[in-house]
């Protein structure tokens, strides 16, 4: 089993749509956990931190149920701006960071 | 600005050849990593540095070395390049003592045929 499991999708919705993808990890030790976003053929970049008391982005709404292990990422009015791969990271203690295989998102017009 | 660069960006060698990829960071971060990133697989950890002289093994170091005599750059040698090692490679720094932030800058990637 996979310590971070993503659904790679693909996600395929039309613009306005409100999207969601969890994201289940497998030790219950993890500390930290963010979503990064990954455009075709470019670097990931940070999205958003996770925090247990679940944060907000503007269109972006993270949370984090550590008693069910997941994590999870609403995108609400997507814009055709947001069709990417969005990787779930999570932190086990020091510097060991696991990342998840992505979760593809396709917005159409 | 601060940033992170990768070269070469592209490379294409032959079986058994020694091969490096450059990574050069401005941002005077103590602590850098390399990664793989395959289909299916999400990136994985081949080494990592957290400064000067310090380097560590990541879950998929083997055929991998690295070295770190500067806090700017932290080069990855393949010692005889497989086929296996096709890839894209993801070199990535972040702040010592980043805490929850931990934030990962990462370079634009090499991408490696190994033939």
């Known amino acids: 089993r996979k310590e971070v499991e993503q659904d790679p999708g693909p996600f395929n919705v039309p613009e306005g749509a409100t999207v969601a993808f969890n994201c289940t990890y497998s030790n219950s030790a993890s500390q930290s956990f963010f979503w990064y976003r990954q455009d075709c053929r470019k670097e990931p970049k940070l999205l958003m931190s996770v925090y247990s008391s679940g944060n907000e982005d503007g269109r972006f709404t993270a949370q984090l149920n550590r008693a069910s292990q997941y994590i999870s990422l609403l995108i609400r009015d997507s814009k055709l701006s947001d069709s990417a791969t969005y990787l779930c990271v999570v932190k086990t203690g020091g510097f060991k960071t696991i990342f998840g295989a992505g979760t593809r998102l396709f917005v159409k017009a | 600005d601060a940033e992170i660069t990768q070269s070469p960006r592209h490379k294409i060698t032959e079986t058994g050849r020694q091969v490096t990829l450059a990574c050069h960071q401005t941002?005077?971060?103590?602590?850098m990593f390399w990664y793989r990133q395959d289909l299916g697989h999400g990136l994985r950890l081949i080494h990592y540095s957290y400064g000067v002289q310090d380097t560590n093994k990541g879950e998929v170091s083997d055929g991998y070395s690295v070295s770190r005599s500067n806090t700017e750059d932290l080069p990855l040698t393949l010692e005889s390049a497989a086929s296996s090692q096709t890839s894209v490679y993801f070199c990535?720094?972040?702040?010592?003592?980043?805490?929850?932030?931990?934030?990962?800058?990462f370079g634009e990637g090499s991408r490696l045929t190994v033939l």
């Open positions: 990535a720094s972040s702040e010592a003592d980043a805490g929850d932030t931990g934030e990962l800058f």
């Open positions: 941002w005077n971060h103590n602590n």
